[in-house]
Nanobody, 121 residues
Framework: QVQLVESGGGLVQAGGSLRLSCAAS????????MGWYRQAPGKQRELVAT???????NYADSVKGRFTISRDNANNTVYLQMNSLKPEDTAAYYC???????????????WGQGTQVTVSS
């Protein structure tokens, strides 16, 4: 059984910063790519940023230069540092990861439960 648990969301004023964390736990053999997605009310879930196991990153155009994704492979954790936050960044943020379990060794995508980020103007 594998779980992803996010933390770090909250309410912040425009221009402020937040740091999200997502820790993977369970019977993990290998974690490949990890990422953050977000979903605002009435909108589809969208990619925010991804990071490979080697550290290569990819960002949505809307967050480039403001958000930074990073990971701690030793602790199976991915982070999202969010600076210069805007009201349009308000959404539920979800982490995901491609994980192979010790039992199957077959990678599949796991999702966290989400953490709310609200940016006030």
């Amino acid at each position: 059984q594998v779980q992803l648990v996010e933390s770090g969301g909250g309410l912040v004023q425009a221009g402020g910063s937040l740091r999200l964390s997502c820790a993977a736990s369970g019977s993990i053999f290998r974690i490949n790519a990890m990422g953050w997605y977000r979903q605002a009310p009435g909108k589809q879930r969208e990619l925010v940023a991804t990071i490979t196991s080697a550290g290569s990153t990819n960002y949505a155009d809307s967050v480039k230069g403001r958000f930074t994704i990073s990971r701690d492979n030793a602790n199976n954790t991915v982070y999202l540092q969010m600076n210069s936050l805007k009201p349009e960044d308000t959404a539920a943020y979800y982490c995901n990861a491609d994980i192979s379990t010790a039992k199957t060794r077959i990678p599949r995508t796991y999702w966290g439960q989400g953490t709310q980020v609200t940016v006030s103007s």
